[in-house]
C-alpha cells in the first residue's frame, strides 16, 4: 500500500520514525508529503532529519491508500494550510494514523465529529468540544481511523495500524 505521510518541521522524531520504519518493513510505501519537495524537516528533538518526498501542491490523494499524521508542532503547521486541510479531508474513506496532536489536522478537515479517537492530553478537550468521542487509551481503532496519545503508545498504534492495513497483530520485534 501506499502511504502519505504529512509532515512539517517540528514533528515528534519517534511518532515519526518508529511507524515509517515499521511501514516500510511490513513493504508498504511512504511518500513523505511536505510545504515543498526536497525540503528538509528536522524533528522537534533534533535527532530525525528527512526530505520530502513532494509537495502538497503535486500530491494527489488518489494516488495513496492511506494517511500517517505523526505528532509534535507539524500537526498545528499543517493545519493552516488549506492544501493540507483538504488532502486530509479526502482519505475519510481510507485508513488514517494519527497520533498525539495529529489529530488536530483531522479536527479542522472536519473528521473527528461523532468518531471515537484519543490524542495528546491538551489537545483532547479540543477535540471533545468538536464533538467527538475522546478516550484515553494508549490506541483506539474506530472504523479506519487509528489514534494514540503518545511516544509510549508507539507499540498499540503502530500494531494496530498494520493490522488496519491486513499485517494483522503482527509487527518487527522492538517496534
Known amino acids: 500500500m501506499r502511504i502519505a505521510c504529512v509532515l512539517a518541521a517540528g514533528f515528534e522524531d519517534s511518532e515519526f520514525r518508529v511507524p515509517y520504519d515499521a ?6 510505501e511512504v511518500t513523505i508529503v511536505g ?22 501542491d503535486a500530491a494527489d490523494r488518489d ?13 498545528d503547521q499543517l493545519r ?14 481510507k485508513p488514517i494514523f494519527a497520533i498525539c496532536h495529529g ?16 490524542a495528546w492530553k491538551t ?3 479540543d477535540l471533545r468540544a468538536a464533538g467527538a468521542d475522546v478516550v484515553d ?5 474506530d472504523g479506519n481511523l487509528v489514534t ?9 498504534f503502530v500494531g494496530a495500524s498494520l493490522a488496519l492495513l491486513g499485517e494483522g497483530a503482527h509487527h518487527p520485534a522492538g517496534v
Open 137 to 141: 487509551e494508549a490506541v483506539v481503532v
Open 123 to 125: 489537545v483532547q478537550d
Open 103 to 118: 489529530p488536530q489536522l483531522l479536527l479542522t478537515a472536519g473528521l473527528i465529529r461523532a468518531r471515537r479517537l484519543t
Open 23 to 28: 511501514f516500510r518493513t511490513a513493504g508498504h
Open 80 to 93: 493552516s494550510d488549506p492544501r493540507f486541510v483538504a488532502f486530509a479531508r479526502g482519505f475519510n474513506d
Open 35 to 56: 510545504f515543498e519537495r526536497g525540503q528538509t524537516l528536522v524533528g522537534k528533538k533534533g535527532k530525525e532529519k528527512v526530505k520530502s518526498d513532494a509537495s502538497i
Open 63 to 75: 494516488d495513496f491508500d492511506a494517511l500517517f499524521i505523526p505528532g509534535g508542532h507539524s500537526p
Open 148 to 156: 494514540s496519545r503518545q511516544p509510549s503508545d508507539l507499540d498499540a
